[in-house]
């Protein structure tokens, strides 16, 4: 895997036709080529070859006439109409944690076909995680009775903010043995099919807005308390990644000047204050044996006074900071991840309440805040629903 070379992610144009004429089809159901070319407003000659392609690789099928729809048509033979096969293609949708990996395969409407979950050192050897990631859509691709070839294209995500232009971890302090890496062409040349990296907390937004807690709002917020704080932005529908890709980095935005060191090199960041290992240092004191995560939240589940204390601090402190963010921005909607966000619990009724004393009225009034409904999967079906995106085709929610 190569250390230097900037990798454009630049579909060509005729790739993109490709997707228009998929988006089509599958958005209007069996359709003909003049149909074709009046919703995409392409050529006859363009639409004649890209049909061709589509039917050639398996995507498209003409309908036999007995499948058609005959009312209303004069007389002679009605024009071919085109659908999409039932084995269209696959996405695949990989999501690395610092301490695990997801990948899934799904079809191109977004249905999960199949889904595995590794522990694994992902901080430790990029080689090593790449190769497993590799390895794991091989047994799911087994398992479905599917090939390499079917697969579309594959949305990888990192913990870490990525360089929007080429696609690697240029901040050391979260993944550093992955700094100036490629880790999706590394990942390419093991499967063989375009990988597309991206933050894994965008990835969160993106799932919550496709399968989970929002659903149909197209404005949102997704904050993932977790090692670190980040935020993920959705407008008009859009993941919103800033000029260089750091938007939402909302961990390290400075709320006590003179504060502890953060891991960025500055002081008094949010995270120094509400990040989990913050959380488990504050209650480690009442308790003989080291404390997890999953400690805390057992704590939360069982109603333990301290724990709810120390996590409610938190959140008023994530929801104040959560307030100027939402007077720029006026989402319709904040969603709050990672392991500590329990339903009902401390942490988002403690956000919630300190957006609604801060934010301006307006902005308040229109605003709801919520916990995530996807858990430890958000990424993971963010990366499908982007993946689907990918090949032009709407993903819709997961089928239970």
Known sequence: MGTARPRSRRRSHRTYNLDRVIATVREHGPVTRADLERMTELSRATVAALVARLIDDGTLRELPAAEETRAGTGPGRPPARLALTESAGLVVGMA???????????????????????????????????????????????????????????????????????GRVVVNNILPGWVD???AGGLEERVHRPVFPENAVNLGALGEMTYGAGAGVRDLVFVKVSTGVGAGLIFDGRLYRGAGGYAGELGHVQVEANGLLCRCGSRGCLETLVSTPHIIAALQPMHADPLTTADVVRLLETGDSGAARVV??????????????????????????????????????????????YAQPGVARTLTVTTGTLESRAELLGAIALAVRRTGSPAKPARA
């Open 181 to 183: 890496l490629d880790p």
């Open 96 to 166: 690395f944690g610092h301490g695990d990996l997801r990948v899934a395969a799904a079809t191109l409407s977004g249905d999960i076909a199949a889904e595995r979950h590794v522990r694994l050192a992902v901080d430790n050897s990029v080689g090593a995680a790449l190769d497993t990631a590799a390895d794991e859509l091989g047994a799911i691709l087994l398992e479905i009775n599917r090939t390499g070839g079917d697969v579309r294209n594959v949305v990888v995500g990192l913990p870490a903010p990525l360089d929007r232009h080429t």
């Open 312 to 357: 409610g601090d938190a959140g008023r402190t994530i929801g104040r900071s959560l307030a100027d963010m939402c007077n720029v921005l006026n989402p319709e909607m904040v969603i709050v991840g990672g392991e500590l966000s329990l339903p009902n619990g401390a942490l988002t009724g403690e956000i919630r309440e300190a957006i609604a004393r």
